[in-house]
């Protein structure tokens, strides 16, 4: 039996709560309305995160009509779910390395989640004619037509994992984990077997093909409970250090994997649960995140390209 869409979701704000949908559209960034909203630390305009700020991962937003609401501690502000970027305050803001232009959501929503957080915050929307390409490992103009891109996720348009993998890490975990702890935007069932997604290079879902990227490096974020927001100072991190070092590109050698980015071959689309995955081509040989940009199907034309 093929493996199925088993669950949607998207985060609307960066490191913040989880939204769980049975039917998504795909836009420019990947899926409509994921991590489309920033918060920002105001003193250097860089990003805040759930690394560093666990409890984030309560906040939480809910799509109402053309509105976000925004909800932390029991009090809840309204913001436009596609602001007109003209009535707004403009700010470069960082992530990771980028500067991406956005604009800031004014001064009542600021004030909601920075006195949650207890630190100075502002709420930003990324600006929709500032493009911010994806690269690395990534099909282009040359196999989709387009230049790939994305608004604040770390890497990749779309994130995916299945629901076997996570239970094969829990029979080595003392305390289970869920999906959302890696925050995953897809979540398959019946796949062969653990991990088997790591292998997958195209795959068409409901009519429209995906390109399966490369793994998804790991931080500690999985250490944060995403139902109490409190994060472990170990697990289940020292324990993925332990099995999950299996890329053996450049940088990635270093970290625990879970979970495998992927990038759709157009701007539109529709994703429901339930849907069928047609795995169309399988990676060849031994996969390596190596920071390379380009799309390939081989080891061997992984390490021809250029770093």
């Known amino acids: 039996m093929a493996p199925v869409i088993n669950k949607i979701y998207i985060y609307p704000i960066k490191s913040c709560k989880a939204i769980e949908l049975t039917q998504v559209e795909i836009s420019k960034y990947g899926l409509a309305n994921d991590r489309t909203f920033l918060i920002i630390d105001p003193q250097n305009n860089k990003f805040r995160t759930m690394r560093e700020l666990p409890p984030m ?21 309204r913001v436009p779910l596609n602001p007109d970027h003209g009535s707004y305050k403009k700010l470069t803001v960082e992530v990771w390395k980028d500067q991406l232009e956005a604009a800031d959501m004014g001064d009542e929503v600021a004030e909601l989640i920075t006195d949650y957080l207890g630190v100075p915050c502002r709420l930003v929307h990324k600006s929709p004619t500032h493009r911010r390409d994806v690269t690395e490992h990534s099909p282009g103009v040359g196999e989709i037509g387009f230049t790939p891109e994305t608004a604040f996720a770390d890497n990749f348009p779309i994130l995916t994992l299945s629901q076997e993998s996570v239970e094969d890490l829990n029979t080595q975990l003392e305390n289970p984990v869920t999906p959302l702890n890696f925050r995953p ?34 931080c500690d974020m999985p250490n944060v409970d995403p139902v109490t927001g409190v994060k472990d100072k170990q697990q289940p991190q020292k324990t993925l250090q332990k099995i999950r070092r299996v890329d053996k590109g450049k940088a990635a050698k270093f970290y625990a994997c879970v979970g495998i980015n992927a990038i759709p071959s157009a701007l539109t689309g529709t994703l429901q649960v339930g849907n069928v995955l047609n795995v169309k081509q399988y990676f060849e040989g031994e996969r390596k995140r190596t920071g390379a940009n380009g799309w390939a199907t081989t080891e061997a034309e992984v390490a021809a390209l250029p770093l």
């Open 57 to 77: 991962t309560l906040i939480e937003p809910k799509i109402i009509g053309n509105e976000l609401e925004i909800t932390a501690d029991g009090k809840s502000v």
């Open 185 to 218: 935007n897809l979540v398959f069932t019946g796949v062969k077997g653990p991990f088997e997604e790591d292998t997958w290079c195209i795959v068409e879902m409901n009519g429209l093909e995906y390109y399966f990227t490369c793994r998804c490096t790991r």
